[in-house]
């Protein structure tokens, strides 16, 4: 392997980081390749994109909440400006550092006026419903970039438990377009447990609503909570829906595989089992004894 | 560079198990000086091949591998030929095909199905070593139908001691299980339900619960003639995987559920909080 083919395996190693696991993920790959100068070139837009993708959280600078790094939130980079993201909550953007994760250099940004009262209501019923449902949840709520009457919200809730060997990650997203009047959502989920094994759940739904006329056209509060009302009632209905499918993949697939016991419901007689070889190596033993005679 | 191994190591219990294959591929490409490395301590899933003498199904893994060609434990022939393949001594073959029978039956027993592979070797110390192999897939029939697959890896060592044998097992299951969720089923029974909300939505999805998890234990049995080996390794491995089968229940269908719970709760939190706050007040004020 050359070393941009090795950078490409480093890459790809660290896009499949479990939640919570990138710097251990980080810590081996550096270990395994060994030229730090090339590799933290390399790895740079790998750890950027996992970051996007993953909804990494950050401390927003001069507040006591977290807001999402992700697409949405990226401001693009100018000739003349460096990326930055956005915390539409705070109305400020930030640098961000994708290796230390965190935010700096803090600046006021001004909303966009009209969409702004719409995506504010949003915002409100998103945080009622993750302090409603989520443990550990971060929500970001932004008004999309390429069009107007859109609006994206970003719902991420970690768990980490290195000490008990797991770790989870619940992610969803819905773009709402008041255009088109209907709701793009997926949601993921991420789970690894690794006490002697490394045992993975992972889990895509996607899911596309069209929006009643009574929701879009009321007020952007009483609209922002139905359409909350509807995400709260899917996700609700999504998870249970989890646990039927865990039963029927232990019903159905896990006892199809194996057996606990076999349908005599009695171990396997081994002295049995060994029939034809046991009887095999008395009639070699007594034919010996002819001989011998 | 023992270290170096260590984070290969500690890289493949991290990254997902679906990918094992590929992630093994890409490190042994990074440094190939530790191919036998990687390949003596990643556990893959195993490949099914077919005996071109006899016709039966045999499993593929490191333990059988000469160069680029496997070794079939019903006809002892590789595949592609060897000429000088490495072969058990005649006593260790016979125990061999004996214990393919005994693990056949095994399979058939708890299995139903699937393929099963014995394949020992001698060691220098006196001993033998052996491995045994059982794998099943399940292939749905319809694309909502669950899928899986199954495959164990117990490999053992053993020293005799006069009429007594000291074995030392180490066994690795490798569970993956898939289903596929699509708008049609969910709109069936959305409409069974009388849910009117659900209706209007579309929903597509896959849960995937992927795996691997090892256990050891060494044990000592007595021996009456080399085939008590056959038995006393049975027991073990018969005993180890119904305990490894309640433990992956237990972690893939319990745990990583209650993970699940643990990021996101059904029931209403901010309700809960207020009800708890609400009893501590109506205790309060009837104590007062």
Known sequence: ?293 | MADLVDSMLDLMRRLPPTRTEENVTALIGICPEYADDLLGSVDQPLKLRTDRATGKEYLACDYNRDGESYRSPWSNEYDPPLDDGTIPTPKLRKLEIAANEAFDTYREMYFEGGASSVYLWDLDDGGFAGVVLLKKTMTPTTPHEPSGSWDSIHVFETAERGRQAHYKLTSTVMLQLVTRKGSDEAEEKGAGNGSKSAAGWKHEGEVSLSGSMTRQTEQDWPILDSSSHITNTGRMIEEMEIKMRNLLQEVYFGKTRDIVYDLRSVDDLEKARRQRELQKELVGFIKR
């Open chain 1, 1 to 293: 392997m050359n070393a941009a083919e090795r950078i490409d395996a480093a890459c790809s190693f660290l896009l499949q980081s479990p939640p919570g696991e990138i710097n251990d993920v980080l810590n081996d790959v550096r270990n395994i390749i060994s030229d730090d100068d090339s590799l933290h070139e390399g790895v740079l837009p790998a750890l950027k994109e996992y970051n996007l993708t993953q909804f990494m959280t950050v401390d927003v600078p001069g507040t006591d909440y977290q807001s999402i790094i992700s697409e949405a939130a990226r401001v693009a980079a100018t000739p003349e400006a460096q990326e930055r993201f956005i915390d539409p909550r705070s109305k400020t953007s930030f640098s961000f550092d994708h290796l230390s994760l965190e935010a700096s250099d803090s600046q006021p940004a001004e909303p966009d006026a009209d969409s702004e009262p719409f995506r504010a209501a949003l915002e409100k019923a998103t945080l009622t419903y993750l302090s409603a449902h989520f443990h550990d949840g971060v929500a970001s709520i932004f008004a999309a970039k390429d069009s107007t009457n859109k609006f994206v919200i970003q719902v991420v809730a970690n768990k980490y438990n290195p000490s008990n060997y797991w770790a989870g990650r619940w992610r969803s997203e819905y773009t709402i377009d008041l255009n088109e009047n209907d709701i793009q959502g997926k949601v993921l989920v991420n789970v690894h447990y690794y006490e002697q094994g490394n045992v993975q759940l992972s889990t895509t739904h996607t899911i596309s609503l069209s929006l009643p006329a009574a929701v879009v056209t009321s007020s952007p509060s009483s609209s922002a909570s139905k359409i909350l009302a509807l995400i709260e009632d899917e996700e609700g209905k999504y998870q249970t829906s989890l646990n039927d499918t865990y039963q029927e993949m232990g019903e159905k697939t896990f006892k199809g595989l194996r057996r606990a016991l076999p349908v005599t419901k009695q171990k396997i007689d081994w002295d049995r089992a060994l029939g034809p070889y046991k009887l095999g190596q008395e009639l070699a033993s007594s034919k010996g004894m002819f001989g011998n005679s």
